[in-house]
């Protein structure tokens, strides 16, 4: 009898926010100091091979044998020095294959005060929400405490990388998730997905359709994007000239602005997260084994406007794909790129050529089919693998929700905007809504919807349409 065969693995990577004390923190950026140093002291090393004529030294194990002789990096481990050097050499070879693929590639050549180290497998402990990082031998032990408990089992735990984003300290844990194989699903089924601004994700099976509305991410950046002006108006006035050394005031300035971006970023990653778990609980209750994506490199090459280049470029495409991918890989269902093209301006029915159209609305003068645009692509991108509805139209069972959590009427940022225009975003205290008292409050201003644009509805509600 043979035995079981091993579950399939993947590694998965969360980023916890690391709560320390003022002088652990200290520590810890000692740590992230000295990796600096040591990547400083191999881009200096190679500098100097390469002015007397030697080739530079970028293998792995050809620079742990060069480190032996560089002695000491503060209290960084001998782990945590390797893994610098680790991060240099793929870094190199990277370069070296996208050259030799007649790529634009740059060879890491600039210094960095902080480099992320890495700890492997066996070098740290974990003990519930406390973990202790690895220091150099003779230094105390470096405990720190994560904010939040850890999403994987210890066990399955196979990394932990220190960083600092937005003037915070992070841990990123990466851990061996086995794959939750559906037997259920059929590789036969063949669901389409468009990417897209207004709706991050659109996907259609050969039944049913789903839609996933994008406004509070675009509510998001718009707000992030006008108080970032308002930053910057307000610090011109006071920011150093030419010549001079900044100031404690204009350095506290720039590390807020840092703290900002970073906290955009992250609230932008995890709805775009939030969607695509949302499309593969779809896809899995369909019994959908391959994902269709419709492939949009290229998009930026060509001007489309001032406008529409910031918002295209604001996008964040390749991440809302390496979402979707890793979330399909931890589930069981395979991913295909294929060209998305002339998908939006196709009828899947007829499969006649169509103007594109102006609104969300898609309307085929050829066989009078209508839908939604995104939903008409991604027809489209499923009937280039066999599956989609081809020859029946759209699906009629459309499903509505929605990625991330609108701003709040509270939010900072939207009382810097009503300020502006000399209106409040909230009622006064004490005061109905009809009161005059409350001084002509009116309700918060939100990007209203393009005209035909679908309105989602409450999160983990169906709208059937």
Request: charged share 25%; proline share 6%; with cysteine.
């Amino acid at each position: 009898m043979t035995a079981p065969a091993a579950p399939r693995l993947v590694h998965r990577t969360a980023h916890i926010r690391v709560r320390v004390t003022r002088w652990q923190a200290r520590r810890c950026y000692g740590l992230l100091r000295s990796a600096g140093d040591v990547w400083a002291w191999l881009l200096d090393s190679n500098r100097l091979r390469h002015q007397q004529g030697e080739r530079p030294v970028t293998g792995y194990q050809a620079l742990c044998r060069q480190l032996t002789s560089a002695g000491r990096f503060g209290e960084l481990s001998v782990t945590g020095a390797r893994s610098v050097l680790q991060r240099y050499s793929d870094a190199w070879f990277h370069a070296a294959n996208r050259r030799g693929q007649a790529e634009k590639a740059g060879f890491p050549r600039r210094k960095r005060g902080l480099v992320p180290v890495r700890f492997y497998n066996g070098t740290f402990m974990i003990q519930g929400r406390r973990v202790r990082l690895p220091v150099a031998r003779g230094q105390p032990a470096l405990w720190v405490r994560l904010a939040r408990p850890l999403p994987y089992p210890p066990e399955q735990v196979r990394a932990v990388t220190l960083l600092a984003e937005g003037g915070r300290l992070w841990l990123a844990v990466t851990a061996a998730v086995p794959i939750q194989q559906h037997h259920e699903l059929d590789p036969g089924r063949v669901a389409g997905v468009d990417l897209g601004i207004i709706h991050p994700y659109a996907v259609v099976t050969q039944d049913a359709g789903l839609l996933i509305s994008g406004r509070a991410l675009r509510a998001e950046s718009w707000l992030h994007r006008a108080d970032q002006q308002a930053r910057q108006t307000t610090a011109a006035r006071r920011a150093p000239t030419r010549g001079q050394r900044g100031s404690r005031r204009w350095r506290r300035h720039r590390a807020r602005l840092r703290r900002a971006e970073a906290q955009h970023r992250r609230r932008v990653h995890q709805a775009q997260h939030e969607a695509a778990t949302q499309v593969i609980a779809f896809a899995v209750q369909r019994r959908v084994g391959t994902l269709v994506i419709g492939d949009p490199t290229g998009i930026t090459e060509k001007d489309a406007g001032r406008v529409q280049n910031w918002r295209l470029r604001q996008w964040r495409r390749t991440h809302l794909v390496q979402a979707l991918r890793d979330k399909a890989e931890l589930a069981g269902i395979a991913v295909r790129l294929v060209d998305e093209r002339g998908t939006s301006s196709t009828c899947p029915a007829c499969q006649q050529r169509v103007s594109k159209p102006t609104g969300r609305r898609f309307h085929c003068r050829h066989c009078g089919l209508e839908g939604h645009r995104d939903l008409v692509g991604a027809a489209n991108i499923a009937a280039k693998a066999g599956g989609g509805p081809t020859s029946v139209g759209l699906p009629t069972l459309v499903e509505h929700r929605r990625a991330g959590i609108l701003p709040a009427r509270r939010d900072r940022r939207r009382h810097l905007h009503d300020a502006q225009r000399r209106r409040r975003s909230c009622l006064a205290s004490g005061h109905p809504p009809d009161d005059p008292a409350s001084g002509g409050c009116r309700s918060p201003r939100v990007p209203d919807l393009t005209p035909g644009e679908d309105h989602a509805t409450l999160p983990n509600r169906a709208n059937v349409a």
